[in-house]
């Protein structure tokens, strides 16, 4: 599979937000409350979002540096052939992990609010189905349809988080750092998870023209999903504060649910983040699985786009329906982030072991 190189800093942008707002948005009040064990949960992300840019810029300039064109290049010029193919495996675990944990979340929520009676595994091969018709595009497609939800997306959460204005009581705001710092800030359980996806700009650089901006996009990508976080947990803990958010599933669901919007043609308007949040999740889990495909692509015999996505999401439904129970999709969401934060770090590995090799063999 050879990625063709059309992808603007814009679209590049759209893709790398889109992939971040999935599962996080609905439970970013909840994991973020009892990290910090306060309502500063605003300050993590705060921080959060200044780490990772400074980690993902200096993890894009180390690639740049060592005139790798990509994370797969660099891994390969770091643990030669053999490491290399052992660590894209690794990454494509890491791949199918994060797509199979966004549909499983998806079919829970699905079941928990919609169809109770309807069996999640029939919502996850559905689903993964359609994840399989759509790559069997490219990664144009793709993008047609994240640049249609992504802006959908933050049209319904905004007009929402609007209407609840009103709702918000100053009063379930405790003073900062009433609990210490050290939870708030320096938790990197807390100041990475609202950013778990923005490490698919690593694998995304093959297709980057060469006027695009990748740390521009970066930079763009944690402004507006930090704006959007931040006025979606004030709002979700000012209404219904700290002791109650911390015990929630569905934190941001449930507060949606819990007040109706008078004047308007409709009263209860979770119907709507409900039915935008699945083509949120479904779009999340499409990025994730093209990049698996394409992985899979750079160390098998699967040269050619379309048998690598159908392999890639095949092991991801695979996996998916492994874990049928709420506690199992907790398990994988924590496979998940951790993941996550590996990958994250993973071009700083290759950038001091690299920068050794060529020392030692000058």
Partial sequence: MIPKQTLSTVQLTVLTAITLLGVQFLILPRVLTVTANSTDGWLTIVA???????????????IGRHHANDLYTYGYMTFGKIGGTLLLFLINVYFWVASSYQIAAMAEMVRFYLLP???TSLIKVLTFLLIAYLLSGNLQTILRVSSIIFPLTLLVAGTILVFSFKEMDIGHMNPPFTNGVANVIFNPNGVFFPFEGIEVIYFLLPFVNKKAKPKLAVFSTLVLISIVYIITYLIVVLNLGEREVKTLVWPTISFIQSFETEGIFI???????????IMQFFSTSVIYSFLSGYSLSKYTKLKKSFPGMAVAVAISMIISLCFQHTLDT????LISFYGFEVVLLLPFVYFLIYSIKRKVVR
């Fill in 330 to 333: 907790r398990i994988l969401s």
């Fill in 117 to 119: 009676s309807t069996p």
């Fill in 48 to 62: 959060g979002a200044l780490y990772t840019f400074i980690l993902t810029c200096l993890a894009l300039y180390f």
């Fill in 267 to 277: 009263e209860r308007m979770e119907g709507f983040l409900l039915s935008t949040w």
